[in-house]
Every structure is written in C-alpha cells, then in structure tokens.
C-alpha cells in the first residue's frame, strides 16, 4: 500500500518552456504533498509543501512564480517549472506523508534537464 | 527551523566490517528520525527509522542508536556487502505528517 507514481521520469526542455510533473497517490488519499530538489550528489532540499484545496508554502529561496504547485485533488499534486533554464535541470521527487503519523512515501522522481 | 548535520560525507569499508554514520539534528521537537538508502536516480529507499521514545532499533545487520539529550542519531551496518555500496540519508520529522528534513549525504563504498 501507499503508493506514489510520479510521472514523467525524465523529460528534456528547451530553455524557457514550461514542465508540469505530477504525482498522483494511488491507494491512498493525500492530503499533502512535500517536494524535494536534489542536485548532483546533493541531498534533498525540500522546496514546498502542497495542500489539498490551499494554497502550497514555499521553503524560503524558492521563487513560487517560478514552480507552480497544485493540490486540487486528495489523489494529484503537480509541480510546474515555468520559464525553465539550464540551472533548473534537477531531479525533482515528492513525497506523502503515510497513513500512521510516520512513514513517508516517495514517488520515483523526475529527471529534469533544460537545454 | 530544522537543520541536520550528517557525518562522514564519504566512508569507505572492506567487505565483512560495519560502517557507522552519525547525525545530529537541532529541534528538540522532532521525534521520527529515519534512514534512506538511495542509489544513483532512484528514489530513496527507508532501511530503518526510530522513533523518540526509544533509544535503539535493529533489523538483521542494521540498527539506530538515538541520543535525545545530546541530538545525536547513528545508523550502524554490519558485516557491510558491496550491496550496501549507496548513498545514506539520515533524516528528523516532528511527525505527525510534517515535512521531513534530510542530512547532507554520506556515499558508503563497501570494497572487496
């Protein structure tokens, strides 16, 4: 149980376009959505947090203009990387809490190089 | 907020010796202090996590050691095998769903 699928895995965009990742709970209800950016050899730095139906909260540093989030449904939380540039190519993950009060569960991650 | 400092950045063992890392957090309020495994593009992986009513946690070759008063955590692995070549995450939660924050990575190279 407790599945995250995120989707796509990988993706290659042009330098100011636009890139929507999504992950979606699949046998559970998700109420909020943590997503991470992990560069090379980096750990995971968290860069929102999404609620299902409000507004997501953005860590400090990360421009919410620029990484869009949307929560609408308790099953689909997106990310979306507007006006990509190359220093944005990352892997991007997210994560929903389990169904105990601990316990996470993590998609599988979205390879992101902007060329 | 939240600020966790993970040691050693790298570790190299022989094959058949343990592998310590260890971790200190900041927020007396976290309570959940998992382990991650992660290989190169994958996402990562939960070997172990304790929480903060006991001190020491074991399954099979791996274990959490958690000092609450001095904020430190420690992941011990034994009889290390090039399987356990990876990188490692300690990570600290408050719980109750919140957000996880990660330690800075330690890339374990177990040698024949």
């Known amino acids: 149980g407790a599945v995250v699928s995120q989707h796509p895995s990988r993706v290659i965009c042009k330098s100011g376009t636009s890139v929507k990742i999504e992950c979606r709970s699949l046998d559970f209800q998700a109420t909020t959505m943590f997503w991470y950016r992990q560069f090379p050899k980096k750990s995971l730095m968290l860069m929102a947090t999404?609620?299902?139906?409000?507004?997501?909260?953005?860590e400090q540093g990360v421009e919410k203009d620029k990484f869009l989030i949307n929560h609408a449904s308790l099953t689909l939380s997106t990310l979306t990387v507007t006006s990509a540039h190359p220093e944005d190519s990352s892997f991007y993950i997210c994560?929903?809490?389990?169904?105990?009060?601990?316990?996470?569960?993590f998609g599988s991650g979205t390879r992101l190089t902007v060329v | 907020g939240e600020n966790v400092e993970q040691h050693p950045s790298t570790l190299s063992v022989q094959e058949g010796d343990s592998a310590v890392i260890k971790c200190t957090y900041s927020d007396s309020a976290s309570n959940y202090f998992p382990w991650y495994k992660q290989e190169l593009g994958k996402r990562p992986q939960l070997i172990i996590d304790?929480?903060?009513?006991?001190g020491e946690k074991k399954d099979q070759r791996i274990a959490v050691t958690l000092n609450k008063t001095a904020k430190h955590f420690s992941l011990h692995i034994t009889e290390t095998q090039p399987e356990d070549s990876a990188v490692y995450f300690c990570?600290?939660?408050?719980?109750?769903?919140?957000?996880?924050?990660f330690g800075t990575g330690t890339q374990l190279k177990v040698e024949l």
């Open positions: 994560s929903a809490p389990g169904n105990s009060n601990y316990g996470y569960t």
């Open positions: 990570a600290s939660s408050d719980g109750g769903g919140n957000k996880l924050t």
């Open positions: 999404s609620n299902e139906g409000s507004k997501a909260t953005y």
């Open positions: 304790i929480r903060s009513n006991v």
